[in-house]
């Protein structure tokens, strides 16, 4: 899943910054609370602080305010395949300990997007498609074997899973000695079938 970065300055909130950025939030905040049905142009100026006709100049309908959130989300996946392709301590480490849920722009922007793709918005369906198509590339070339791969991708999807839902189930989120575990597990995979050949 989302792979985040908290000491990474491109994840710092948008609030204090211009006009359209704070439309973008509040149309992403909405779309993550209530869908995309809470989503109108009266309730995203509102929420932004803007008025109607000042949502309208910078987007002139809903449709770009989609597009407006897709470009958004578009660029916040590049740098995040890039950060994970060059992770210090390699690819596999970076995407399970970033696989856990938090409020970075980068995890608003995927649930959001995440929420139209759920929609008739076969756009964010591309772009999250192309997004984990590009994370599947960078653990595969990483571990070198598709079906080990594959169980990476799913262990970062069961972990964002879980932490997000967290609030509502109680729990904490896994201790670095659980992350440091599951990836010895994926080290013993990759020897695994290394060996088998």
């Not at 578009?74 to 210090?88: F, G, H, K, N, T």
């Not at 480490?93 to 938090?102: E, K």
């Not at 409020?103 to 772009?127: C, E, I, K, M």
């Not at 964002?160 to 729990?171: D, V």
Request: overall charge negative; glycine content about 10%; hydrophobic content about 40%.
């Amino acid at each position: 899943m989302p792979d985040t970065d908290p000491d990474d300055p491109s994840t710092a909130g948008t609030a204090a910054g211009s006009a359209r950025d704070r439309i973008l939030d509040a149309f992403e905040e909405l779309l993550v609370q209530q869908g995309e049905r809470g989503t109108t142009l009266e309730a995203v100026a509102s929420a932004a602080g803007v008025s109607k006709g000042g949502l309208l100049y910078h987007f002139g309908g809903k449709d770009a305010l989609v597009e407006g959130l897709l470009e958004r989300m578009a660029a916040l996946a590049r740098e995040d395949v890039e950060r994970l392709r060059r992770a210090e301590r390699g690819p596999v480490d970076r995407w399970i300990r970033g696989s856990l849920s938090t409020a970075t722009p980068f995890d608003r922007a995927y649930v959001a997007t995440s929420r139209l793709a759920q929609g008739n918005h076969p756009r964010a369906r591309d772009t999250l498609t192309h997004l984990q198509e590009e994370w599947a590339a960078v653990i595969l070339e990483a571990v070198g074997d598709p079906a080990v791969a594959r169980a990476v991708l799913l262990i970062g999807d069961g972990l964002y899973y879980n932490s997000a839902l967290q609030p509502w189930l109680g729990g904490s989120a896994p201790a670095d000695d659980a992350l440091d575990a599951l990836i010895h597990v994926v080290d013993d995979l990759v020897r695994l079938r290394s060996a088998r050949g």
